[in-house]
């Protein structure tokens, strides 16, 4: 802002004074002049070699630093249209976010809301970890094993949005949800990437799990954790909930081309 400031007392200076106008294109002449001579000087009295290249940059180091001194006031102005451009564009650029952002965002439902402004709801007690690395499991989520199911590295806004979704699908639908992974590391993301597009297609930063706003859950049965989309009670459960976590303001993978029935999304404008 100072910059800019400057700028534009310089910039109405000139605008308003004929003479200030001939005084700048007088000193740039004598500044070019200047520095011409210098230049000459500094090539005369270079020598060949790593030395004359080091002594002609201390010259003109040393003229330049003769110009701002005569012309503080003219510097200034070179420096503050030199400078504006990059300021501007970090000043005025808007923050980045994650594609996606704006297009598929859900307006949570009115009750939804008015459970949201309640109680707060507590994470429920961790499953043992043999429960996620079954067969079952494994044959269609094989990397789950090394997933983090850990509700304190997510974002408390989602965390209380999951947990509501959790609470309704139990008492309204009789279905009892399981986080299968939340956070994600950057690294865990890429590893996931390599394995191939049938199991992501995003990259370190590219999905909303490094950021703690999205989970991946399935239904617990019996003790046994159930992903299985050809099980028609686990189908039925999914449709369920997509809907109940639309309601809560979150996206849901169900909807995209490559479906994710399980994962679901805070998007928020993030950086």
């Given at each position: ?27 740039v ?5 200047g ?20 002594r ?34 970090l000043?005025?650029?808007?923050r ?8 598929d ?5 009115e009750q ?27 044959l ?5 094993a090394?997933?983090?199911r ?15 979704v959790f ?35 995003a ?30 009670w ?18 849901w ?19």
């Open positions: 802002m100072l910059l800019l400031f400057v700028a534009a007392c310089v910039g109405g200076w000139l605008l308003v004074f004929p003479a200030g106008r001939d005084a700048l294109a007088d000193a002449l004598r500044m070019g002049r520095l011409d001579r210098r230049w000459r000087a500094a090539n005369q009295q270079s020598a060949q070699g790593a030395s004359s290249l080091s002609r940059g201390r010259a003109l180091l040393a003229a330049a630093r003769g110009v701002l001194a005569r012309h503080p006031l003219l510097s200034a102005a070179c420096i503050a249209f030199v400078m504006l451009p990059p300021l501007a564009a000043l005025l650029a808007g980045l976010q994650l594609p996606g952002v704006a297009e965002t859900h307006a949570v439902n939804v809301a008015l459970l949201l402004r309640g109680e707060r709801l507590v994470a429920p007690p961790a499953l043992p970890p043999a429960v996620f690395t079954t067969a079952e499991v494994t269609i989520r094989p990397q789950l090394g997933a983090n850990n509700w304190d590295l997510l974002d408390a806004d989602f965390t209380q949005r999951l947990l509501l609470k309704l699908m139990r008492e309204r639908h009789g279905y009892e949800m399981v986080l299968l992974e939340g956070y994600r590391s950057p690294e865990r993301q890429n590893e996931l990437a390599d394995a191939g597009g049938h199991v992501t297609n990259r370190a930063f590219q999905s909303w799990h490094q950021f703690g706003l999205a989970g991946d859950c399935a239904f617990l049965r019996d003790g046994k954790v159930v992903i299985s989309e050809k099980d028609p686990a189908m039925r459960g999914y449709e369920l909930y997509g809907q109940v976590a639309e309601a809560a303001g979150l996206t993978g169900g909807r995209w081309r490559m479906m994710d029935f399980g994962h679901v999304e805070l998007r928020t404008r993030r950086r």
